[in-house]
T-cell receptor, first 114, second 115 residues
Framework: KAGVTQTPRYLIKTRGQQVTLSCSPI?????VSWYQQTPGQGLQFLFE???????NKGNFPGRFSGRQFSNSRSEMNVSTLELGDSALYLC?????????????FGPGTRLTVT | KQEVTQIPAALSVPEGENLVLNCSFT??????LQWFRQDPGKGLTSLLL?????REQTSGRLNASLDKSSGRSTLYIAASQPGDSATYLC??????????????FGQGTTLQVKP
């Protein structure tokens, strides 16, 4: 079974631009969560989508948004990029059933804002 | 507000040594705790998941324990190998987030195993 895939793997953008990242979950997984990882703040939860609905949201400004499609693929968008948005963006998918709710992570998208 | 702490931040050991990584959390009302491994510049690989009702989980040379009442978890690695070199992260899911994907992560312990 294929793992979580994220595209693109690397991205360089300029301040003020916007960017869209994509995540394809493991087949059958309907929950997709997004995280930002930086050296200073570590891994921080951005938001989660389940059945095309945002179910939970972290403490990030409104410039960060996302959506989920009917095939469970998810995209996140960052508008008006700032230097501080440079980070590794990770998505994780989960098979939501009673019990564990174990998360499986993709390889990440490395975003550099110049 | 739940906070997760991992000590030490970095650890260097000779090959073959048994070692313990520590994780502590401030709120004992957790649903489960998950240990991950991250290689430089890569995503996270799930190692072990412990439900709040469990005391430990084992996978190969790895054993994770959970003491919810004291807010602690340990990851024991037996007979360490150079291939174990990576950053190890623990993450908790609060009771309030039991039906969501929200995990709260520690800062990680970077392990180096020297040949």
């Amino acid at each position: 079974k294929a793992g979580v895939t994220q595209t693109p793997r690397y991205l360089i953008k300029t301040r003020g631009q916007q960017v869209t990242l994509s995540c394809s979950p493991i087949s059958g997984h309907r929950s997709v969560s997004w995280y930002q990882q930086t050296p200073g703040q570590g891994l921080q939860f951005l938001f989660e989508y389940f059945s095309e609905t945002q179910r939970n949201k972290g403490n990030f400004p409104g410039r960060f948004s996302g959506r989920q499609f009917s095939n469970s693929r998810s995209e996140m968008n960052v508008s008006t990029l700032e230097l501080g948005d440079s980070a590794l963006y990770l998505c994780a998918s989960s098979l939501v059933s009673q019990g564990a709710y174990e998360q499986y992570f993709g390889p990440g998208t490395r975003l550099t804002v110049t | 507000k739940q906070e997760v702490t991992q000590i030490p931040a970095a650890l260097s050991v000779p090959e073959g040594e048994n070692l313990v990584l520590n994780c502590s959390f401030t709120d004992s009302a957790i649903y489960n705790l998950q240990w991950f491994r991250q290689d430089p510049g890569k995503g996270l690989t799930s190692l072990l998941l412990i439900q709040s009702s469990q005391r430990e989980q084992t996978s190969g040379r790895l054993n994770a324990s959970l003491d919810k009442s004291s807010g602690r978890s340990t990851l024991y690695i037996a007979a360490s190998q150079p291939g174990d070199s990576a950053t190890y992260l623990c993450a908790v899911r609060d009771i309030g987030s039991s039906n969501t994907g929200k995990l709260i992560f520690g800062q990680g312990t970077t392990l180096q195993v020297k040949p």
